[in-house]
């Protein structure tokens, strides 16, 4: 399968450089999205000893015995929280198709500070599974301080890049801000084990499917049977590892706020070659608005030969039944 060619744009510039730097960033990111809708990104200024924290506990984690696994396992199907065992997700249910379960486990928070009391906001019944708590697992120091510093670091680059997408959609800098000052973003590692047995027929590390949220920033690794896109001829492509930076890709949201101008792209995680066993871990941060976010077209991605495609939709209403059909 030949590989996929994904820019990879340096965000140095952005950070340091002029306004023409700036804007050439912003060019570059418009380009991918209205083209593939996936890139990656470097110069993102994540210290390395994070990413490799989030790893290794991640990875400690997964190598508990599923007994004590399971004492954090998720406590509903619409709650993407803590432990999914294997043979409890399908993610091809998200493109309206069925396979075997997916083969792969998870561990999954939100967002880790939400007030426990807040009546008005956090806590009321539109809020829910949005909001919900996370739970930790015992006996692993230093888990959930890893996982804690991985988010912080994630927040920031959502800004960043949510910045540059403003930029490139021609509207003020800071637009997308009002609307993820609450943001109920999503932050899973994946283990996709390696295969002893052959998988069932039908059957992927991740079903075909789109992101529900705005966008996604993940942290793969270069291991056999990883992340594929799917072209706008019907064709697979693998995505390249970037050892030294994240893959970003647009998810359901954006495409709908930007009027399909940025392509919310088919992608699944494909098994290992046969033999090769290949174990794999992938990090994977899902940015969402606040729940109660209208998503509506932008402004500037409307006119009247292109008219809004959509109705308007809650962040709630279009990801919380989508999502819950996931659960095997």
Same mark, same amino acid.
């Given at each position: 399968m030949p590989s996929f060619a994904f820019p990879i744009v340096d965000l140095t510039p952005w950070h340091t450089g002029e306004d023409a730097d700036r804007r050439d960033v912003a060019k570059r990111v418009r380009a991918a999205c209205e083209a593939t809708g996936f890139f990656a990104v470097v110069g993102h200024r994540v210290p390395s000893e994070t990413i490799e924290a989030m790893r290794s506990t991640s990875r400690d984690f997964f190598d508990l015995p599923l007994a004590r696994k399971v004492e954090v396992a998720r406590p509903r199907p619409e709650q993407n929280r803590a432990y999914h065992a294997e043979g409890t997700e399908t993610l091809a249910r998200l493109a309206g198709n069925d396979s075997p379960p997916d083969y792969k486990e998870v561990f999954a928070i939100g967002p880790p500070d939400v007030p426990p009391s807040d009546p008005w906001y956090h806590s009321r019944p539109g809020a829910y599974p949005n909001y919900a708590a996370n739970l930790w697992p015992a006996g692993l120091p230093g888990f959930e301080a890893a996982w804690r510093r991985y988010w912080k670091?994630?927040?920031?680059?959502?800004?960043?890049?949510?910045?540059?997408?403003?930029?490139?959609?021609?509207?003020?800098?800071?637009?997308?801000?009002?609307?993820?000052?609450?943001?109920?973003?999503?932050? #899973?590692?994946? +283990?996709?084990? *390696?295969? =002893?047995? %052959?998988?069932a027929p039908g059957q992927l590390r991740s079903g075909e499917h789109t992101d529900l949220g705005m966008l996604t920033i993940?942290?793969?690794?270069?291991?056999?049977?990883?992340?594929?896109?799917?072209?706008?001829?019907?064709?697979?492509?693998?995505?390249?590892?970037?050892?030294?930076?994240?893959?970003?890709?647009?998810?359901?949201?954006?495409?709908?706020?930007?009027?399909?101008?940025?392509?919310?792209?088919?992608? #699944?995680?494909? +098994?290992?070659? *046969?033999? =090769?066993? %290949?174990?794999?871990?992938?990090?994977?941060y899902f940015v969402a608005p606040a729940y109660d976010s209208v998503i509506e077209c932008l402004p500037t991605c409307r006119t009247l030969d292109r008219p809004a495609k959509y109705p308007p939709v809650t962040v709630a209403e279009y990801r919380n039944a989508r999502f819950a059909r996931t659960a095997a």
């Open positions: 670091e994630m927040e920031g680059i959502q800004d960043t890049i949510c910045r540059v997408f403003a930029l490139s959609l021609d509207l003020p800098e800071d637009w997308f801000g009002r609307h993820l000052a609450r943001h109920c973003s999503m932050l #899973r590692a994946l +283990n996709y084990p *390696a295969q =002893s047995a %052959a998988p993940l942290k793969n690794e270069a291991a056999d049977g990883g992340l594929e896109v799917r072209d706008l001829d019907g064709s697979w492509h693998e995505a390249p590892p970037v050892e030294e930076g994240f893959i970003v890709n647009i998810g359901d949201l954006l495409m709908r706020w930007s009027n399909d101008r940025f392509r919310s792209t088919l992608h #699944r995680v494909a +098994n290992p070659r *046969a033999g =090769s066993g %290949a174990r794999r871990l992938s990090i994977a």
